[in-house]
């Protein structure tokens, strides 16, 4: 009978390792696809990776996901590539994280190699045909973001008639302090935006009111509360009568001490124990994990291109500073490797910026990948870029791994804290905001692509409505699989070549 017992233990010990594989297995699958249609920047993929791991998927639930969303949000890197690190990492320890992530980073990597290998400049037949289809797909992820905004918009109703207009208000605050400059260049006006704020600074400033006023509003907290924030968007805007950089970083200062306050207040409230010694271990476990995945792609770099060092070192410290979506790494990017000479700026904003916009994935790991290869193929021919553009790709994924590792431990250490009940509530809300500017700047994006394609701007944006509608019409009301709207919207994009 004990033998027995050790068996039926041992076989479904067995059959449990199975499980957890295959969903392992399943994840990375599904960060592939989703990094092969991922149009539209971070941001516009939270809703799809959401709708592949918690809705269709079923592999975690709608509250580690939303944790792990806050988690991306606030830290730097590439966005799709940490929230795919944390679903792994709670799927399949270190293995799942590292099978997600480079998953979700692969597609768009490894085209924008192949198209600069095979491409000369941004003229070719194949990066034309790819921005027709980016038109398609463009219309087809705003319809993904319209459809987070509205089944955000009824988990809002079950909180009550109270809370829903305050979650209503705080979305459109959110959207129209972010979507400014989208919303003045649709509309054709050239007035420069007044507040012009980063997704980090909404983020930022959301963050503190949450804190703040979490453990309880008094009317003293809600004027306090109402005159930093008006001084915080007041004092850092463009009108030139209030606008005061001394009194807007003093307005941040006070925030912080304020939100440090509510913090601690928070984590007294919550009464937790942390054992500080596992959480460093479990930290430099995991960190371990990232350098031996960096060395182990990086190490035909090393071995072939001269000053390949340099260039991983600068790879890791540009990922560091990647606040602010896309267009902000672009800017680093500049910087360290154009003005620092690791690529020419011809090659950069001639070829390289061309196909990276025109490929799904993030913007930060197809760019990184691609100084890779024009830095090394310079160096050493193709096989010496192939080295290169793989330690690139390396270094997107661990760079943002890492940091993205450190504030989800903490924010699954801290769950039960209040302060972080209520940023659980509030992220969809927030979120949502945001994802309405990303849907205008899809629209925007479009416009620009169809007018770098010669197409007439009306057919460009009545096309880009009516995809989208029809595309959500086909994910809600028909319960359709991505895929389906995927394809018709892909395909309606490559049959306007024929205009």
């Not at 949000?73 to 590439?78: E, L, M, R, V």
């Not at 990597?109 to 194949?126: H, M, N, P, S």
Request: with cysteine; hydrophobic share 55%.
């Amino acid at each position: 009978m004990a033998v027995e017992h050790i068996f039926v233990q041992a076989n479904g010990l067995y059959q449990s390792m199975l499980h957890g594989y295959a969903d392992i297995v399943r994840l990375g699958m599904s960060m592939l696809r989703i990094g092969a249609i991922g149009f539209g920047g971070g941001n516009a993929l939270i809703p799809v990776i959401e709708k592949e791991v918690v809705e269709n998927g079923k592999l975690v639930t709608k509250r580690a996901y939303d944790e792990d969303v806050v988690a991306a949000c606030i830290t730097p890197g590439a966005l799709p590539v940490e929230i795919a690190a944390g679903i792994g990492q709670r799927l399949g320890g270190h293995t799942g994280m590292l099978m997600a992530s480079s998953m979700m980073a692969l597609p768009g990597a490894f085209f924008t190699v192949l198209i600069l290998a095979v491409l000369t400049g941004e003229q070719g037949a194949a990066l034309t045909g790819i921005r027709y289809v980016s038109i398609g797909l463009g219309a087809f992820i705003i319809s993904l973001l319209l459809a987070y905004v509205l089944k955000t918009l009824a988990a809002m109703q079950q909180a009550g008639t109270q809370a829903f207009h305050t979650m209503c208000l705080a979305m459109a605050a959110v959207f129209l302090l972010s979507s400014e400059a989208n919303l003045y260049a649709l509309l054709g006006l050239s007035a420069k935006p007044i507040f012009n704020l980063s997704v980090l600074a909404i983020l930022g400033l959301a963050f503190f009111l949450i804190i703040y006023l979490g453990s309880g509003i008094s009317r003293a907290k809600a004027t306090a509360a109402g005159l930093l924030t008006a001084g915080f968007l007041l004092s850092g805007s463009h009108l030139s009568a209030v606008a005061s950089s001394a009194v807007h970083d003093a307005t941040i200062l006070v925030m912080a001490w304020l939100g440090l306050r509510g913090l601690v207040k928070s984590f007294r409230m919550g009464g937790e124990f942390v054992d500080g010694v596992k959480f460093l271990r479990d930290t430099l476990r995991e960190a371990s994990v990232w350098l031996a995945f960096t060395l182990t792609l990086c190490l035909p770099a090393i071995a072939m291109v001269q000053g390949s060092p340099t260039y991983i070192g600068e790879g890791f410290l540009s990922s560091l500073l990647s606040f602010g979506g896309g267009d902000a790494y672009l800017t680093i990017a500049d910087g360290l490797f154009v003005q620092g000479g690791t690529v020419a700026g011809a090659d950069f904003y001639g070829q390289l910026v061309p196909v990276a916009n025109a490929l799904p994935g993030s913007i930060l790991c197809k760019v990184l990948t691609g100084i890779g290869y024009l830095a090394g193929f310079r160096a050493g021919g193709m096989s010496a870029g192939l080295a290169l553009s793989l330690a690139g790709f390396a270094v997107s994924v661990a760079a943002s791994g890492f940091i993205f590792g450190i504030i989800a431990r903490l924010l699954r250490t801290f769950h039960d804290v209040p302060v972080f009940r209520q940023i659980s509530l509030w992220v969809r809300p927030i979120i949502s905001g945001l994802l309405l500017n990303v849907a205008l700047s899809m629209l925007r994006t479009n416009l620009e692509t169809g007018a770098g394609l010669f197409l007439p701007e009306e057919i460009v944006l009545g096309a880009s409505i009516a995809l989208a509608a029809l595309c959500l019409y086909l994910l809600c009301a028909r319960r359709k699989a991505m895929t389906a709207p995927m394809l018709v919207a892909a395909a309606a994009g490559l049959g306007l070549i024929l205009i």
